[in-house]
């Protein structure tokens, strides 16, 4: 590794990082997780422990009305008018749920900033550090909830209107105190990058540091139920029942079959069934209905419609076969993203300055960048996951590799922002 022109701290981004783990912190056998939801006590100390060090990093820092904070660095000699290059990520995690993914970019965006403070370097462009609201979908949208206002995908009021149940977000922002004025707009920005935990093994087994991402996958996701019968166990045949429960068995093994199959010839196509509930769920009753959801994903959008064909026709099968009634919705979906050849080649430069080995990867998990990406020129890199763990408490990335992540992602962050 070369000197970097810009070193970055790598203690205090480890602390940046190991302050925010303590934020709704589960200690677990195999590790330490954290459950951080939009909007609960463990996401405001998180955000109000952010906003603490951009203010003490000498940002502007500004929240927008969905909760997108800002911290804004004007050096000495920039236009304040240029269109500005915005870096960052997510604080909002999935339950129990690790301590990088999202952290890492929030962190090491700020880290980025103070290494350029530290090296008394002027750029000709604002950067902004970003940590967008609600990334992982767990209480209101399906994810991705304040990347999709700042690009313009989702409206500010019906984003506010979104509900888990028991309050909306608005009620959930303002009762942390993050529901703030306007709207980031990210077709402001010259250019976006984000760093972020690769969460499978490539980088791993490949020994390299730094992933720079071609194209995120695109994700379907469908919310469907099954309709049977409930029926006495012990007194109706085998014959006179329509068991809801055996006919989504049926269709969550052609789910993985079809893309088991999809798969041998595009290796990003991966389809789950991850929810899976039965009514009534007693042991002596027939079970009357399965509500389900799928997640459909692959870098082409043609592999994921033919999966989602797939699904469509496997209920009608079952329809016609076992004289269940099926009910299907598409809940959620994001196109494939292809990164910019701007921010792909930046992230590689720098790593090449740095004597640091990139490799081109493609990501399987969604990220705020793809929604950004839809808005302008985005990047997205990656940092190893130890195992490929994450979303889970085992998830672990090697401070040398954060340290090293950041720097090429400080070096890239410096050339958009000077040229
Ligand atoms: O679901 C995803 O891919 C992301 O981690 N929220
Ligand atoms: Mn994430
Ligand atoms: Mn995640
Ligand atoms: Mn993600």
Same mark, same amino acid.
């Given at each position: 590794?070369?000197?970097?022109r810009?070193p970055?701290?790598?203690?205090?981004?480890?602390?940046?990082?190991?302050?925010?783990?303590?934020f709704?912190?589960?200690?677990?056998?195999?590790?330490?997780?954290?459950?951080?939801?939009?909007?609960?006590?463990?996401?405001q100390?998180?955000?109000?422990?952010?906003?603490?060090?951009?203010?003490?990093?000498?940002?502007? +820092?500004?929240?927008?009305?969905?909760?997108?904070?800002?911290?804004?660095w004007?050096?000495?000699?920039?236009?304040?008018?240029?269109?500005?290059?915005?870096?960052?990520?997510?604080?909002?995690?999935?339950?129990?749920?690790?301590?990088?993914?999202?952290?890492?970019?929030?962190?090491?965006?700020?880290?980025?900033?103070?290494?350029?403070?530290?090296?008394?370097?002027?750029?000709?462009?604002?950067?902004?550090?970003?940590?967008?609201?609600?990334?992982?979908?767990?209480?209101?949208?399906d994810g +991705?909830?304040?990347?999709? +206002?700042?690009?313009?995908?989702?409206?500010?009021?019906?984003?506010?209107?979104?509900?888990?149940?028991?309050?909306?977000?608005?009620?959930?922002?303002?009762?942390?105190?993050?529901?703030?004025?306007?709207?980031?707009?990210?077709?402001?920005?010259?250019?976006?990058?984000?760093?972020?935990?690769?969460?499978?093994?490539?980088l791993?087994?490949?020994?390299?540091?730094a992933? +720079?991402?071609?194209?995120?996958?695109?994700?379907?996701?469908?919310?469907?139920?099954?309709?049977?019968?409930?029926?006495?166990?012990?007194?109706?045949?085998m014959?006179d029942?329509?068991?809801?429960?055996?006919?989504?068995?049926?269709?969550?093994?052609?789910?993985?079959?079809?893309?088991?199959?999809?798969?041998?010839?595009?290796?990003?196509?991966?389809?789950?069934?991850?929810e899976?509930?039965?009514?009534?769920?007693?042991?002596?009753?027939?079970?009357?209905?399965?509500?389900?959801?799928?997640?459909?994903?692959?870098?082409n959008?043609?592999?994921?419609?033919?999966?989602?064909?797939?699904?469509e026709?496997?209920?009608?099968?079952?329809?016609?076969?076992?004289?269940v009634?099926?009910?299907?919705?598409?809940?959620?979906?994001?196109?494939?993203?292809?990164?910019?050849?701007?921010?792909?080649?930046?992230?590689?430069?720098?790593g090449?300055?740095?004597?640091?080995?990139t490799?081109?990867?493609h990501?399987?998990?969604?990220?705020?960048?793809?929604?950004?990406?839809?808005a302008?020129?985005?990047?997205?890199?990656?940092?190893?996951?130890?195992?490929?763990?994450?979303?889970?408490?085992?998830?672990?990335?090697?401070?040398?590799?954060?340290?090293?992540?950041?720097?090429?992602?400080t070096?890239?962050?410096?050339?958009?922002?000077?040229?």
């Amino acid at each position: 590794m070369t000197e970097s022109r810009f070193p970055v701290d790598g203690d205090r981004l480890q602390q940046d990082i190991e302050r925010n783990a303590q934020f709704g912190t589960i200690a677990t056998e195999n590790g330490r997780g954290r459950t951080v939801l939009p909007g609960t006590t463990p996401n405001q100390q998180a955000r109000e422990s952010l906003v603490e060090r951009l203010i003490f990093a000498d940002l502007t +820092v500004d929240t927008d009305a969905v909760g997108n904070i800002t911290g804004t660095w004007l050096p000495e000699g920039c236009d304040p008018e240029a269109p500005p290059v915005a870096v960052g990520s997510h604080l909002d995690s999935v339950p129990n749920g690790g301590i990088f993914d999202g952290p890492l970019g929030v962190y090491a965006a700020l880290e980025a900033v103070r290494a350029l403070q530290d090296a008394d370097v002027s750029t000709t462009r604002p950067i902004q550090v970003v940590c967008f609201t609600g990334e992982e979908g767990t209480r209101f949208a399906d994810g +991705v909830l304040g990347s999709s +206002v700042a690009a313009g995908l989702l409206d500010i009021a019906t984003a506010l209107e979104l509900s888990d149940g028991t309050e909306t977000l608005r009620e959930a922002l303002e009762d942390i105190g993050f529901h703030g004025e306007g709207r980031l707009d990210a077709t402001d920005w010259h250019a976006w990058l984000e760093l972020h935990v690769e969460q499978s093994q490539r980088l791993e087994q490949l020994d390299v540091s730094a992933g +720079v991402v071609t194209t995120i996958n695109g994700t379907t996701r469908l919310h469907g139920t099954i309709e049977g019968t409930p029926e006495h166990t012990g007194s109706t045949s085998m014959a006179d029942r329509t068991d809801a429960l055996a006919a989504a068995s049926e269709f969550v093994l052609a789910v993985e079959q079809a893309a088991q199959a999809a798969a041998e010839t595009d290796p990003t196509a991966v389809a789950t069934v991850g929810e899976l509930s039965v009514d009534p769920g007693a042991v002596n009753v027939v079970p009357g209905q399965v509500e389900f959801s799928v997640d459909i994903r692959a870098v082409n959008q043609s592999v994921i419609d033919r999966l989602v064909d797939r699904a469509e026709s496997k209920l009608e099968a079952l329809e016609a076969d076992r004289g269940v009634e099926t009910t299907l919705d598409c809940s959620y979906d994001v196109s494939p993203a292809d990164m910019a050849p701007s921010c792909r080649a930046a992230l590689h430069d720098a790593g090449d300055a740095l004597g640091i080995e990139t490799v081109d990867v493609h990501s399987g998990a969604g990220h705020d960048t793809m929604q950004i990406a839809t808005a302008t020129d985005a990047g997205l890199l990656f940092a190893p996951s130890r195992g490929g763990h994450s979303h889970n408490p085992l998830e672990w990335t090697d401070w040398w590799d954060c340290a090293a992540a950041t720097e090429v992602l400080t070096e890239a962050l410096y050339s958009l922002a000077t040229n």
